[in-house]
C-alpha cells in the first residue's frame, strides 16, 4: 500500500464539542470513515507532550518531554516524518504555534509554513496557513501533510472548555476541516485529531475531559461509520506508516488501527 495523508489536528478539540457546537460538520465527519469519539491521548495532556507522542509513537515517560519546552530526548526515537524522509516520501506542515518546530530533525521536511498566532489573532492565522495548505497542497501533492489549528485551544484558556466562545471556535475549525476534506478526499487518505481536551480553562490532567479526544479516519481502507473500540494517540503514526507503505520505527510503542 503506497497512499498519501493528510492529518490535521485540532488543538484541544474536545469530542463533545464537535457534536454540540452547532456545526454540522462535526456529525458529518463521523459518516465519513472509521472513528472513535473515546481515543485516548498520553499523560501529561499538554500540547507539547501530546504531539511529540503523536509523532514518535512513544508515551512522555519514553520521549522525556513533560512540559512546553522542548528537550533533546535522552534516547533518540525516530518521528514519524524522518521515516518518511528515509522512505524518500515529501512531508509538509503548516502550524501556528511555533514550538511545534521540534517535532521534525533538520532535512526531514519538503516544506514548511508557520505563521505566528501571538502577533496575528489565532483565527486569522489557522484562515491564513489553511488557504496555504490548499494551494501547497494542491500545487506540489506531498506525500504527507501536517495541518494545525489552534484557535480552540487559546479560546478555551480564555474562556474556558464548552464556553459560548469555545463553541464557536470549534465551528470555525470545523469550517476548515471541511474545506480539507472536501478538496483533499479523493486523493488523500484524510486523519482529524486533537492533542488532548479540556476543562474549565485548563488541561493537562488525567480527567475524561483532559484525556479523550476525537479521531476520524477517512479513506478507502477504512469503513466509514465503523468505530475503532480502542484508539491512542500513539496509534496514529503507525497507521500513517501503513497508509504511505512505510516500516514503522522498531521503538515505537502505538499499533496501526489497519
Known sequence: MNQKVILILADGLRPDAMLSCGNPYGSRLLTLGSYSLEAKTVYPSITLPCHMSLFHSVPPERHGILTN??????????????????????????????????????????????ISGEIYDYERADK?????????????????AFVYLQLTDHIGHKYGWMSEEYQYACTQSLDKIRRLVECFNKEYNIIVTADHGGHERDHGSKMPEDMTIPLICIGERFCPGEIFSKANICDIAPTIATLEGITASKDWEGKSLL
Open 69 to 114: 519546552t522542548y528537550t533533546p530526548f535522552s534516547r533518540p526515537v525516530q518521528g514519524l516524518c524522518e521515516r518518511l524522509r528515509i522512505h524518500e516520501k515529501t512531508s509538509a506542515f503548516f502550524y501556528n504555534w511555533e514550538e511545534l518546530r521540534d517535532l521534525t530533525r533538520p532535512s526531514s521536511l519538503s516544506y514548511s509554513f508557520y
Open 128 to 144: 491564513m496557513l489553511t488557504e496555504n495548505a490548499l494551494s501547497y497542497i494542491t500545487s506540489e501533492k506531498p506525500d504527507f
